[in-house]
């Protein structure tokens, strides 16, 4: 059974930064495709960044609206993939929520029917 757990949300200024962290279980995390996603109140989930798995270089991929701000990484040894966030805005205020496995096609990476999801962790980018 996988579990995905992610820690490191909280209250924080415009212009601050958060690392978020999603400890995975159940699963051969190392060539599992991770992702991260946020859900905003009022509106639906969305992509946010991804990172392949170990047998494709584990290649990133980010949505247009954290691009250089926001930097995803992963530790193989620890299974645990994390999420820098750097120069915060109030509009990245949301559910931040860490899932495996991921579907990739057209370049970029999506949530499929067999995607497994974590609680979820907040952020708040007060302004």
């Known amino acids: 059974q996988v579990q995905l757990v992610e820690s490191g949300g909280g209250l924080v200024q415009a212009g601050g930064s958060l690392r978020l962290s999603c400890a995975a279980s159940g699963l051969t995390f190392s060539r599992s495709a991770m992702g991260w996603f946020r859900q905003a109140p009022g509106r639906e989930r969305e992509f946010v960044a991804a990172i392949a798995a170990i047998n494709w270089n584990s290649d990133r991929r980010y949505a247009d609206s954290v691009k250089g701000r926001f930097t995803i990484s992963r530790d193989n040894a620890k299974n645990t993939v994390f999420l820098q966030m750097n120069s915060l805005k109030p509009e990245d205020t949301a559910v931040y929520y860490c899932?495996?496995?991921?579907?990739?096609?057209?370049?970029?990476?999506?949530?499929?029917?067999?995607?497994?999801w974590g609680r979820g962790t907040q952020v708040t980018v007060s302004s």
């Open positions: 899932a495996s496995p991921l579907v990739y096609s057209f370049g970029t990476y999506s949530s499929g029917d067999n995607t497994n």
